[in-house]
């Protein structure tokens, strides 16, 4: 009977595939529109927005409806930027767990309108243009190259750009720096941490990806590949499910790109996120380039010089190992790299990660997010880590302004967040929301002779902004969500060691706390930690399955180290060294009676961030 079953489920699945192999139609239809400048230019305006990326175009379409006359400045001859320069048109959604889409609004009217989570570039470049030009109030120029602020003091009052040879000045009463590396922001003096620079890693940079482009790939095998792939693994208990297709996305492949051995020692392949043209091109998602200076425009011209001569290799492999990839061909690639991280700029407030995996709610949230945080592989770490995945969290409009500068917002992936919590909220969705909640804050602070810093203090003021988005479609609905993880006695150390990037809960916030403690996983903590607290010591080699003496004894040992002390090899001994300084508390001293136990995650998890925390004192 079980066979029997199992044969109609996979009868069904086949079928089902052919239907829809039946179903898929080539549409080349699609017609790149020309791009141009608005002729009447002004020198003054209520609002500049500069930096024409898809956060850039939200904002100043949202300034525009509010009745803001508003120049749009781009220095590339599109707009899009990321998606459509950099052709990353596979889109990383913010989703509530019940399947509410939280970036409603002006995102919304892109998302329909572009046909979902994968689009054709063509499409989504009329979009952003045609949009752009329908709004009466609102001028555009590309071509437009930032130069420099317009500052009197801390207040920013215009910008200096060039175009077509030629330095323009141009003001306005308020400013949006939607530039993806807040290049305005940094000119005009804004604090910023750099990459991981706040938790001690600033020379960590994950790999920037060059998206290219395959044709003559048969998507009609890539789907039932893909599918039977997860079918097997979700029905038949077969393998891993993280992979599949639809009708215009498919993501799989992951064993397959791992395993390519690369000509360029800093570069990696790893599992494909592809996204189907309407031509029946697809993009490809998965090449990882490391060594590339994201603030250097000669370094990234490099970076895709190197990317291009790799893809000579890659698409043999790709031929020879994915399966629909049989007969693929090399297009192009895309014209910009995609950049997951810079700057961070300092703001009234930053989002933590603790903002983000609590699941926190704001009281000046503009904007909701949800997505994983996603940090992705840098030289030193293959795989990359989701730290952990929220339902949701608020982002506070304090976030987009800016210490030190005023008249200025700061939208997208380098607003006032932390640099893990960035992991999530730098998705173009949750910059999308942030850019429209910017133009409607710039509105009200024009209209009301407002600034923003005292804005954001004002909860009645806070209160209009958030109604005026609703009514224009946003979800800002409030909520209550905390983590099951939260109430469990370890949780603040899980906040300590989390916060510093050495822990991380994956995609179902389980960092194990109740499971024994492994080698690698104490030798990673007690290293991080030491290298986080600023501490030079030797690497420290953990045998395998530690027992509570071998745990004791390294912290003691280096707590030693950094008194100028010798400690007596007693386990006695270096219990009470960590009593006195207060590392093995009470609570925890009943963990760790038994020299030989084996401990639990939990336990050394706490007694490692009491550690961490005594270092930092000292």
């Known amino acids: 009977m079980r066979k029997f079953r199992k044969g109609i489920l996979i009868g069904g699945f086949v079928l089902l595939c052919v239907i829809f192999a039946i179903s898929v139609r080539v549409n080349?239809?699609?017609?790149?529109?020309?791009?141009?400048?608005?002729?009447?230019?002004?020198?003054?305006?209520?609002?500049?927005?500069?930096?024409?990326?898809?956060?850039?175009?939200?904002?100043?379409?949202?300034?525009?409806?509010?009745?803001?006359?508003?120049?749009?400045?781009?220095?590339?001859?599109?707009?899009?930027?990321?998606?459509?320069?950099?052709?990353?048109?596979?889109?990383?959604m913010c989703e509530g767990r019940d399947g509410t889409l939280l970036t409603q609004g002006i995102f919304q009217e892109f998302y329909e309108a572009v046909g979902g989570s994968a689009f054709d570039l063509n499409v989504a470049k009329n979009w952003f243009l045609l949009t752009a030009n329908r709004e009466p109030l609102l001028t555009l120029r590309t071509k437009a190259e930032l130069v420099a602020p317009v500052m009197a003091e801390q207040v920013l009052s215009g910008v200096v750009v060039e175009e077509q040879g030629k330095k323009v000045t141009y003001t306005a009463e308020r400013i949006i720096d939607a530039t993806a590396d807040a290049d305005l922001a940094a000119m005009a003096g804004v604090p910023y941490t750099y990459a991981g620079e706040d938790i001690g890693e600033k020379e960590r940079q994950m790999g920037v990806t060059l998206v290219f482009e395959l044709a003559d790939v048969n998507w009609s095998k890539v789907f039932f590949h893909l599918n039977w792939q997860r079918f097997k693994a979700t029905v038949l208990d077969d393998g891993h499910a993280d992979m599949g297709a639809t009708k215009k996305m498919a993501w799989g492949y992951t064993e397959?790109?791992?395993?390519?051995?690369?000509?360029?020692?800093?570069?990696?392949?790893?599992?494909?996120?592809?996204?189907?043209?309407?031509?029946?091109?697809?993009?490809?998602?998965?090449?990882?380039?490391?060594?590339?200076?994201?603030?250097?425009?000669?370094?990234?011209?490099?970076?895709?010089?190197?990317?291009?001569?790799?893809?000579?290799?890659?698409?043999?492999y790709v031929r020879e190992n994915f399966a629909g990839f049989e007969k693929a061909k090399l297009v192009d690639t895309a014209e910009q790299l995609y950049v997951r991280e810079t700057r961070h700029i300092i703001g009234e407030y930053q989002l933590t990660i603790d903002d983000v995996l609590e699941n926190r709610d704001q009281w000046d949230k503009i904007a909701i997010g949800s997505y994983p945080v996603d940090v992705q592989p840098t030289l030193t770490q293959t795989?990359?880590?989701?730290?952990?995945?929220?339902?949701?969290?608020?982002?506070?409009?304090?976030?987009?302004?800016?210490?030190?500068?005023?008249?200025?917002?700061?939208?997208?992936?380098?607003?006032?967040?932390?640099?893990?919590?960035?992991?999530?909220?730098?998705?173009?969705?949750?910059?999308?929301?942030?850019?429209?909640?910017?133009?409607?804050?710039?509105?009200?602070?024009?209209?009301?002779?407002?600034?923003?810093?005292?804005?954001?203090?004002?909860?009645?003021?806070?209160?209009?902004?958030?109604?005026?988005?609703?009514?224009?479609?946003?979800?800002l609905e409030d909520f209550y969500l905390p983590e099951p993880v939260m109430s469990h006695w370890?949780?603040?150390?899980?906040?300590?060691?989390?916060?510093?990037?050495?822990?991380?809960?994956?995609?179902?916030?389980?960092?194990?706390?109740?499971?024994?403690?492994?080698?690698?996983?104490?030798?990673?903590?007690?290293?991080?930690?030491?290298?986080?607290?600023?501490?030079?010591?030797?690497?420290?080699?953990?045998?395998?399955?530690?027992?509570?003496?071998?745990?004791?004894?390294?912290?003691?040992?280096?707590?030693?180290?950094?008194?100028?002390?010798?400690?007596?090899?007693?386990?006695?001994?270096?219990?009470?060294?960590?009593?006195?300084?207060?590392?093995?508390?009470?609570?925890?001293?009943?963990?760790?009676?038994?020299?030989?136990?084996?401990?639990?995650?939990?336990?050394?998890?706490?007694?490692?961030?009491?550690?961490?925390?005594?270092?930092?004192?000292?």
């Not at 397959?256 to 029946?280: C, H, T, V, W």
């Not at 998602?285 to 010089?305: H, Q, R, T």
């Open 28 to 92: 080349d239809t699609t017609e790149e529109i020309i791009w141009h400048n608005a002729y009447q230019v002004d020198e003054h305006y209520d609002v500049i927005v500069v930096g024409g990326e898809p956060e850039g175009v939200a904002a100043a379409i949202s300034a525009a409806r509010s009745g803001m006359k508003t120049l749009l400045l781009e220095d590339d001859y599109a707009l899009g930027g990321l998606m459509t320069l950099g052709e990353l048109n596979f889109i990383d």
């Open 490 to 618: 370890a949780y603040p150390g899980v906040k300590v060691l989390r916060s510093l990037g050495i822990l991380d809960g994956g995609y179902t916030n389980d960092y194990q706390l109740d499971a024994p403690l492994s080698r690698w996983k104490y030798q990673n903590m007690i290293n991080n930690v030491l290298k986080k607290a600023g501490i030079a010591t030797d690497y420290i080699e953990v045998n395998d399955n530690p027992p509570c003496r071998q745990i004791i004894g390294t912290m003691a040992r280096e707590a030693a180290k950094l008194e100028g002390v010798k400690y007596a090899n007693d386990y006695q001994v270096y219990l009470q060294v960590l009593r006195d300084k207060g590392i093995l508390t009470e609570n925890l001293e009943q963990y760790f009676t038994d020299g030989e136990k084996q401990p639990q995650s939990a336990e050394v998890i706490m007694l490692t961030a009491n550690f961490y925390q005594w270092l930092q004192a000292e």
């Open 383 to 475: 795989y990359g880590t989701v730290v952990g995945a929220p339902d949701r969290y608020g982002v506070p409009f304090r976030c987009l302004i800016p210490l030190e500068v005023d008249n200025l917002l700061v939208v997208g992936r380098s607003a006032s967040y932390t640099s893990l919590a960035a992991g999530s909220a730098r998705v173009i969705p949750l910059g999308m929301a942030e850019g429209e909640a910017a133009g409607v804050a710039a509105a009200y602070s024009i209209r009301n002779n407002v600034d923003f810093r005292t804005m954001s203090k004002d909860a009645d003021i806070i209160k209009q902004i958030q109604n005026t988005l609703k009514l224009q479609g946003a979800y």
């Open 256 to 316: 397959e790109g791992y395993s390519y051995e690369p000509q360029d020692k800093e570069m990696r392949l790893r599992g494909f996120n592809i996204a189907r043209q309407d031509n029946g091109n697809v993009l490809i998602n998965a090449l990882i380039i490391f060594g590339v200076d994201p603030l250097s425009e000669e370094s990234k011209a490099e970076g895709i010089a190197r990317g291009k001569a790799e893809l000579e290799y890659i698409v043999p």
